[in-house]
């Protein structure tokens, strides 16, 4: 068997079309564009690389972008009023604080600090508990795209068997939480799973969010399984160049899995593409009009 490419590149293209369409629509409305305020704290190089691709993406969907760069030794004081400022600006519909900041500061603090209506990461407690008891909420952008993925994938996935392997507050539990919402029976895996194999071959979706390349077998996977892989660490080659890896041995994986995401190419490109969906959402919900159809 040879597995399906999920091309994620193609999905987020065709969402972030939709995104651009209903952003257009809410200027016409309210006389201005959503507008997101990314905020990034010292000189960590992939951070000031995501905040390029966001500020980039925020302008070409006709959104909006407000960027707030900040010196590494900023006071917690300095950037919570900032978080204020952002909160009472009434053109800024979602507000995104990359991560990580910096060891002095506190980050739970500041997350907490975010308006949660503008809160378009969704890291906010207050959309995580909503997500938990099946309320509408703003949901973190890496697991509602590869929601999306699977339910273009596969359609209803009523009483299917996944298993999340990855526990972490940022993917694998919300992804957790969106499959339990969709009906799926869910195990959550981590580092303590005992036989994590066992319950990989169980399972007719695989969402892998681990951060260690190629843990996931082929031969784990149940056959025809859809294997979404979150997972990418940049990993030295024996010629000196660097590849990035997902979480599952892809080769492995192509000869049992029904679908696949690549690496790079997969979800990657989802994460952005949802957090101008989440944007345009934030924006609609805060102007007390319905929710953009097909988001
Ligand atoms: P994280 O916070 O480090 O969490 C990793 C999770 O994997 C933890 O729950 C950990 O278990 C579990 N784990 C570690 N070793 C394991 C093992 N041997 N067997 C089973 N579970 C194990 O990572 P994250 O932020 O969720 O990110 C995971 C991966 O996704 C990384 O490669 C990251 O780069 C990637 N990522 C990609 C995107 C994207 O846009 N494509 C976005 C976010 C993250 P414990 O809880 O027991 O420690």
């Known amino acids: 068997m040879t597995a399906r490419l999920i091309d994620g590149k193609a999905f987020a293209a065709s969402l972030r079309s939709r995104v651009a369409e209903a952003a257009a629509r809410f200027a016409a409305g309210q006389g201005r564009p959503p507008g997101l305020a990314v905020v990034l704290v010292g000189e960590h190089p992939p951070s000031a690389a995501y905040v390029r691709s966001k500020a980039k993406a925020t302008v070409e969907a006709g959104m909006e972008s407000f960027e707030h760069k900040l010196a590494a030794d900023v006071s917690q004081g300095q950037l919570m009023a900032l978080v204020d400022e952002l909160n009472a600006d009434p053109t800024v519909d979602g507000i995104l604080v990359q991560l990580p900041l910096p060891p002095h500061v506190d980050e739970l603090a500041v997350l907490?600090?975010?308006d949660p209506d503008k809160d378009v990461d969704g890291f906010h407690p207050m959309n995580a508990g909503r997500l938990a008891i099946g309320l509408d909420a703003l949901v973190p952008c890496t697991p509602l795209g590869c929601l999306m993925l699977l339910q273009h994938e596969l359609g209803n996935l009523a009483g299917l068997d996944a298993i999340v392997v990855g526990r972490s507050n940022i993917v694998g539990k919300p992804m957790a939480q969106l499959l339990i919402r969709a009906n799926c029976t869910v195990t959550v895996a981590h580092s303590r799973t005992r036989d994590l194999a066992a319950a990989v071959r169980r399972s007719d979706i695989v969402v892998a969010a681990v951060g260690r390349?190629?843990?996931i077998r082929g031969d784990w996977l149940?056959?025809?399984?859809?294997?979404i892989d979150v997972?990418?660490?940049?990993?030295e080659q024996p010629d000196g160049t660097r590849k990035l890896l997902g979480d599952v041995a892809f080769d492995e994986a192509l000869q049992v899995a029904g679908a696949i995401t690549p690496v790079?190419?997969?979800v990657g490109p989802m994460t952005i593409a949802c957090l101008l969906r989440n944007t345009v959402v934030a924006a609609h919900r805060r102007a007390g009009t319905a929710d953009p159809e097909g988001l």
Do not use: S
Request: proline share 15%; aromatic share 0%.
């Open 112 to 114: 907490l600090r975010i």
């Open 231 to 235: 997972g990418q660490e940049r990993v």
């Open 264 to 266: 790079p190419g997969g």
């Open 213 to 215: 390349p190629e843990l």
């Open 222 to 227: 149940k056959p025809g399984a859809t294997v």
